[in-house]
């Protein structure tokens, strides 16, 4: 059980145009989903918290008009990167837990390679 | 400010050698401590730990955690090539959502 399914596993853009990345709870709800970033041999960076319903929650120094995080229903969360540049480039990751259980380890999605050309 | 802090950041052992991961952590509300394995993509959860001073087991792998200390380790005994990775501690931290914090990781090479 508990599979976060990432979608797609990479992709290749072009600099200027849109960019979307769906992340899936298969079977449970996730009423938070979360969103890293990874560069190369580096940790996982939050960007953001996304919650059922509501606006996402930034962190310090991430974009919220170039990084569109939307979470529609308890089982998607899908994170837009607009108007893309080389410097988005990037390993993108998905998480989520389950809906009312807060210490449960959270599942990631396989994450998404994006590279900007 | 919250962190959580791993070492060594690097580690080169031979298969068949017994390795210990620490992490060490300072978060406001801690709840629990989590361990991931990172290979080429996402990270897989190793163990959860909540409570202190108990083991959690899984194959060659053990951790425990230290409430008072505000530390865990990882251990991997008789360490195979397979478990070449780096190694996540992760905390989750209770803001009214949930932020989880990580760690810079543990990049572990296991030489045949």
């Known amino acids: 059980g508990a599979v976060v399914s990432q979608h797609p596993s990479w992709v290749i853009c072009k600099s200027g145009t849109s960019v979307k990345i769906e992340c899936r709870s298969l079977?449970?709800?996730?009423?938070?989903m979360f969103w890293y970033r990874q560069f190369p041999k580096q940790s996982l960076m939050l960007m953001a918290t996304s919650n059922e319903g509501s606006k996402a929650t930034y962190e310090q120094g991430v974009e919220k008009d170039k990084f569109l995080i939307n979470h529609a229903s308890l089982t998607l969360s899908t994170l837009t990167v607009t108007s893309a540049h080389p410097e988005d480039s990037s390993f993108y990751i998905c998480?989520?837990?389950?809906?009312?259980?807060?210490?449960?380890?959270?599942?990631f999605g396989s994450g998404t390679r994006l590279t900007v050309v | 400010e919250d962190k959580v802090v791993q070492s060594p950041l690097s580690l080169v052992v031979h298969e068949g050698d017994t390795v210990t991961l620490n992490c060490s952590y300072e978060?406001?509300?801690?709840?629990?401590l989590l361990w991931y394995k990172q290979e080429k993509k996402a990270p897989t959860f190793l163990f959860m730990l909540t409570s202190s001073g108990i083991e959690k087991k899984s194959g060659r792998l053990s951790s425990i955690l230290d409430k008072k200390e505000l530390f865990s380790i990882l251990n991997i005994t008789a360490t195979q090539t397979g478990d070449s990775a780096v190694y996540l501690c992760?905390?989750?931290?209770?803001?009214?959502?949930?932020?989880?914090?990580f760690g810079a990781g543990t990049r572990l090479f296991v030489k045949a």
């Open positions: 079977d449970f709800q996730a009423t938070t």
């Open positions: 998480s989520a837990s389950r809906t009312g259980t807060p210490n449960y380890g959270y599942t």
């Open positions: 978060v406001t509300n801690f709840r629990s």
């Open positions: 992760a905390v989750p931290r209770n803001t009214g959502g949930f932020k989880t914090i």
